[in-house]
C-alpha cells in the first residue's frame, strides 16, 4: 500500500533554513507527480508546489516563490522541500501527496515552526 512519511521539521529561528524530506514506498514512485501541502492553524491546507515525474516544479505558491525548492530523487523514492529565509507565517504542519485516478494519499505530516 501507499506509504509517505514525511520527516526534518522542527523549531527554526526567522530567516533560517530547513529541509523536509519525503519517504515514499507502495507505488512506483517515479511515475507520479508529487505535492507538498501545509496547513497552518485554523487555516485551509494548501498547496506549496508540485513536481512532476522529471523533476520539474509546478504551481509553486506565490508565498513561498524564491524561497522554497521541490525537489526528488526518484532512485531514493524520495521527495524534498528547501525551505530558506522562512517567515513566522510559514508555521504549519507540511503534509507530502500524491494521487491516482481513485484518491489522494497523504502523509503523516511534520510540524515547521518559525519563531525567535
Known amino acids: 500500500q501507499v506509504q509517505l512519511v514525511e520527516s526534518g521539521g522542527g523549531l527554526v529561528q526567522p530567516g533560517g533554513s530547513l529541509r523536509l524530506s519525503c519517504a515514499a514506498s507502495?507505488?512506483?514512485?517515479?511515475?507520479?507527480?508529487m505535492s507538498w501541502y501545509r496547513q497552518a492553524p485554523g487555516e485551509e491546507r494548501e498547496l506549496v508546489a508540485t513536481?512532476?515525474?522529471?523533476?520539474?516544479?509546478?504551481n509553486v505558491a506565490d508565498s513561498v516563490k524564491g524561497r522554497f525548492t521541490i525537489s526528488r530523487d526518484n532512485a531514493k523514492n524520495t521527495l524534498y522541500l528547501q525551505m530558506n529565509a522562512l517567515k513566522p507565517e510559514d508555521t504549519a504542519v507540511y503534509y507530502c501527496?500524491?494521487?491516482?485516478?481513485?484518491?489522494?494519499?497523504w502523509g503523516q505530516g511534520t510540524q515547521v515552526t518559525v519563531s525567535s
Open positions: 501527496n500524491t494521487q491516482d485516478r481513485w484518491r489522494d494519499y
Open positions: 507502495g507505488f512506483t514512485f517515479r511515475t507520479y507527480f
Open positions: 513536481i512532476n515525474t522529471v523533476g520539474g516544479s509546478l
